[in-house]
């Protein structure tokens, strides 16, 4: 598979289109199960108000996995992702009720970069708060 998004049809300003990810503590749970990653204050909240946290918080990486999301879909390969990196700023607090939480991931592209290559520029945010800093996506275009 290869990137569906041509280098010459893309501008820098250029936006992806945004996407809502939902969480849920079922959520959190099946993704502890898939990553091995059982720390309590993911799943437990007795545990993690215990520890200082609000409430139970979304793994980490769970977090990077949904944002990135928006800048697969948009390009049509994973496989075009050269490289990725974050910083957690604030965590998603999940709270037990059917509702859970957000992730709403927005992204544009910051520059244009050699070898059919472009700098994607993302915005992660949770209950009005900014999840994810230094969010870039370097991604192969066809």
């Known amino acids: 598979m290869t990137a569906k998004i041509s280098y010459g049809d893309v501008e820098v300003g250029t936006e992806l289109p ?4 939902p969480v849920t503590r079922a959520t959190l749970v099946r993704y502890a199960g898939a990553s091995g990653d059982f ?3 993911h799943w437990n909240e007795k545990f ?8 139970v918080i979304a793994h980490g990486m769970f977090t990077m996995a949904e944002a ?8 049509g ?7 990725y990196g974050v910083r957690f700023t604030k965590p ?3 709270p037990n009720d059917d509702q859970g939480a957000t992730i709403e991931v927005s992204a544009k592209v910051a520059e244009k970069l050699d070898g059919n290559r ?3 520029d993302l915005l992660a945010r949770s209950a009005g708060l900014k999840v994810l800093g230094m969010s870039r996506a ?3 275009l066809a």
């Open 138 to 140: 370097v991604v192969q």
């Open 39 to 41: 720390n309590p204050i």
């Open 92 to 94: 998603v607090i999940v």
């Open 48 to 55: 993690a108000v215990e520890v200082g946290l609000p409430d």
């Open 18 to 21: 945004p996407q809502s990810f």
């Open 77 to 83: 390969d994973p496989g075009a992702i050269v490289e």
């Open 68 to 75: 990135i999301r928006v800048v697969t879909d948009w390009v």
């Open 118 to 120: 472009v700098r994607v």
